[in-house]
């Protein structure tokens, strides 16, 4: 895929997304701080979106086990389906639950250990320059009106502080290790709120 140009916020969006950022943190979500999180490369350029989705166990929401496995404390043994990802360390930088609330763990300055092995826009390591966004969700099905709401205000809210210039899913940088947010997701209803050009999506 060929490098667009930067995303800048026309002044209609950016009315829309300013909610107001310090040091990376947005002022629009929850903020719980994750261990798991790295410094950026001193060149990287934080022009990826990657969207996700996630629940825990798969399926079941709402019961903060997302959460503490970002902040790392979440009780292996609590659940059976947990001991196939004991000791898992991983972060996002945004969770967007299925009522639409946005808890941020890691500063959009920062890396976080969202992507693993990828690759996207002639680039790898895609955690060194992109932020990672989780839909609360299972890969295959549908999302809330809600989520697509505050994703597309926090997309809008990213690109002021960070020259958006791509969205992909995992599916996209992961291809056959990876198949979330998966065909629930409704990409048209994304690029129809954003109004960013097409060639910034991978679907």
Same mark, same amino acid.
């Given at each position: ?11 209609s969006s ?110 790898s390591n895609?955690?060194?320059?992109? !932020? ?7 890969? /295959?099905?549908?999302?809330? @009106? ?5 994703? *597309? %205000? &926090? ?11 791509? !969205? ?7 291809? /056959?290790?990876?198949?979330? @947010? ?5 990409? *048209? %209803? &994304? ?13």
């Amino acid at each position: 895929m060929s490098t667009a140009p930067s995303v800048r916020p026309t002044p209609s969006s950016a009315t829309a997304g300013n909610h107001g950022w310090h040091a990376g943190w947005w002022a629009g979500a929850r903020h719980l701080p994750s261990p798991h999180v790295g410094p950026r490369p001193p060149a990287a350029c934080t022009d990826l979106l990657v969207l996700h989705s996630i629940s825990l166990p798969p399926g079941e929401y709402g019961n903060g086990h997302v959460d503490e496995l970002f902040t790392g404390r979440l009780d292996w043994d609590a659940h059976p389906y947990f001991q196939s990802i004991r000791g898992l360390q991983v972060s996002a930088h945004f969770l967007i639950d299925r009522l639409g609330a946005v808890t941020q763990y890691v500063s959009v300055h920062d890396r976080a250990w969202h992507a693993g092995t990828s690759c996207w826009r002639g680039r790898s390591n895609c955690n060194d320059d992109s !932020v990672g966004i989780e839909l609360e969700g299972l890969e /295959g099905l549908a999302f809330e @009106p809600a989520q697509y709401a505050s994703l *597309a %205000r &926090l997309c809008l809210a990213v690109a002021q502080v960070c020259p958006i210039a791509h !969205v992909a899913g995992h599916e996209h940088i992961a291809p /056959g290790r990876k198949q979330d @947010p998966g065909s629930g997701f409704d990409w *048209a %209803r &994304l690029r129809q709120a954003l109004g960013w050009p097409r060639e910034h999506f991978a679907a």
